[in-house]
Every structure is written in C-alpha cells, then in structure tokens.
C-alpha cells in the first residue's frame, strides 16, 4: 500500500533552516507529481510546493518563493524540502503529499517550529 514518511522537523530560531525528507513506498515514485502541504495552528491546510515527475517546481505560496526548494530523488523514492531563512509563520505541520489512483494519501506529518 502507498506509504509516505516525513522526517526531519524541529524547532529553529528565526533565520534558521531545515531540510524535510519524504521517504515514499507502494506506487512509481518516478511517475508521479508530489506535493508538500503545511497546516499552521488554527488554519487550514495549504499546499506550499509541488515537484512534477519531470523535476518541474510549481510554487503555490508567494511567502516561501526563494526561501524553500524542494527536489526528487528517484533511486530513493524521496522527496526533500529545503526550507531556508524561516520565519515564526512558517511554523506549522509539513505534510507530503501524492495522488494515486484517484485518491490523495498523506504522511503523518512533521512538525517545524520557528522561534527565538
């Protein structure tokens, strides 16, 4: 069955970075677009990035333009999310995200918390 694992969050101060990793299992990763989504405390849901199957990025937040990159790796099944000079409102939960064979599936999401 698709599987989708995130890691790599945490707390970091303001100005910090982290890179999130996606590890995927249970369909043709390399077939398919994937998307990070964040979901900060009190709000819904948004989709931040999305990487098509021919490594194209399509950014859906003006906020993390130049800050954040996301990128595949096909031998691994992964995706990555660098997300540089956080600030405070990037804090939320980071989700990836695919969608396969008419259904959307979701990690169990990875907290990121920015603060002094």
């Known amino acids: 069955q698709v599987q989708l694992v995130e890691s790599g969050g945490g707390w970091v101060q303001p100005g910090g970075s982290l890179r999130l990793s996606c590890a995927t299992s249970g369909f043709t990763f390399r077939t398919k677009s994937m998307s990070w989504y964040r979901q900060a405390p009190g709000k819904e849901r948004e989709l931040v990035v999305t990487i098509t199957s021919a490594d194209v990025t399509i950014n859906y937040v003006d906020s993390v333009k130049g800050r954040f990159t996301t990128s595949r790796d096909n031998a691994k099944n992964t995706i990555y999310l660098q997300m540089n000079s956080l600030k405070p409102e990037d804090t939320a939960v980071y989700y990836c995200?695919?969608?396969?064979?008419?259904?959307?599936?979701w990690g169990q999401g990875t907290q990121v918390t920015v603060s002094s």
């Open positions: 995200s695919v969608l396969y064979s008419a259904r959307r599936y």
